[in-house]
């Protein structure tokens, strides 16, 4: 049988280019299909090794804190880790709409649980304030990049609200929205990076050390798969490359 090339599908050339194929499939291949739920799209490609790495890190989180009695500080990587996860679904399920209709429904989901992962978030921040009280701020890596992460994603959320939904009165017009959604985009990927990057400094804080004893190895792990997952459904022209 003869592919669209005109190539049969035994051919040499059509067999070498099979083997050559990467078993996870090329970078940003994943694609919606016009039949598929979008909902399809949290496990399509490699998004299922991006569900598995996030899901180790919340379930880590989750087992350590609730091996343990519950105290006020409790809530603080509850939130956290709870908020992480969503931007994880939030970024899988948006990442392989193609026609006009598939991104605009994930884009209204996409936002959707962007916002009860930035209310999840900005609960954190407030419930690690409360509890340092008059204890000095900051004093580990886990603290400086915390407050850091916390400042970008306001930034991120605000930006993506202003260029997607009033883009004609912050920024002047719809096509001026459009030409930052490859920033946004860009952002998004470095400040999950970078959540990543804090999740796995809390295992070393003295709490974590010598309380939840969540293994610095197993959390890495888990960014890995989740950094892997989602950078092979990167879709190169979306980012303006």
């Known amino acids: 049988m003869a592919s669209a090339t005109g190539i049969p599908q035994d051919h040499p050339q059509t067999i070498q280019a099979r083997e050559d194929e990467p078993l996870l499939g090329r970078p940003g291949d994943v694609v919606q299909k016009e039949d598929h739920y979008i909902v399809y799209n949290l496990f399509t490609g490699t998004a299922s090794l991006a569900q598995f790495g996030i899901w180790i890190i919340a379930i880590l989180v989750w087992a350590g804190i609730f091996s343990h009695p519950l105290i ?56 690690i304030e409360v509890n340092k009280g008059d204890h000095a701020r900051f004093t580990s890596p886990h603290g400086v990049m915390g407050l850091i992460t916390y400042i970008l994603i306001i930034i991120q959320a605000f930006g993506g609200v202003i260029q997607y939904f009033v883009p004609v009165k912050a920024l002047g017009s719809v096509d001026n929205g459009r030409k930052l959604y490859k920033y946004h985009r860009l952002s998004g990927y470095v400040l999950l990076v970078l959540e990543l990057a804090t999740v796995t400094a809390a295992t070393r804080t003295t709490f974590n050390l010598s309380v939840l004893a969540i293994p610095t190895w197993a959390v890495v792990v888990g960014a890995v798969l989740v950094i892997s997952g989602v950078g092979a459904r990167v879709k190169k022209h979306k980012l303006g490359i």
């Open 72 to 127: 006020p500080f409790s809530a603080h990587p509850l939130l956290n880790s709870s908020a992480l996860l969503l931007q994880a679904q939030a970024v899988l399920i948006l990442q392989p709409t193609a026609s006009p209709q598939q991104k605009l429904k994930g884009t209204r989901i996409h936002y959707t649980i962007q916002s009860i992962s930035v209310a999840a978030f900005t609960a954190a921040l407030i419930v």
